[in-house]
């Protein structure tokens, strides 16, 4: 996926969201993020994680990589929210684990790009479009002689269906999609 650009100014003094998550499973590892712009505009993107790692390193990779975006885009004010490390990145948690160390040193060389950043726990159900593009991205198995293309997602308010209706047909006091149920 793909994050789109935006103008300088519409981002100055309001703080942007990042919701990330990481998927490891049987199947493979993946990461999601979402940059969320302050007028509500989701950029998603997802990543396939080659390599063996444990939960905890997926969630370190996927919110590495949001906090990367956002100072590609030049956020300064930043709100990250995520589960299982967060807790490690307020410092409330101490992390032992060599490989979660380094993970967290990173975060904090990038922290310093920004203005003001601020973690926060985001419990899972409330945080789904960051889960299910990490669990895409760890279930897909990907052909690596293939470039992947952006996904684009949209919302649709109606059926298909409904949009090809010129007219509602009468017929036996039952609504048209009656017979289809």
Known sequence: MYIAATENDSQE???WKLNFDGASNAVGNGIGAVLVFPNGDHYPFTSKLDFDCTNNMAEYEACIIGIRAAVKRKIKVLEVYGALVIY????????????LI?????????????DDITFCYLPQDENQMADALATLASMIK???????????????EASAHCCNIDEEE??????WYHDIL
Do not use: A, C
Not at 102 to 114: A, C, D, H, P, T
Not at 144 to 155: F, G
């Open 13 to 15: 003094n309001h703080p």
């Open 102 to 114: 380094n993970y967290g040193k990173i975060v904090l060389e990038l922290m310093e790009e920004f």
């Open 142 to 156: 990907v052909n690596k002689q293939e470039d992947m293309k952006p996904i684009h997602m949209s919302v649709y």
């Open 88 to 99: 490690q990145l307020k410092g409330e948690w101490e992390t032992r684990d060599p490989k």
């Open 170 to 175: 009468e017929q036996d006091d039952h609504p």
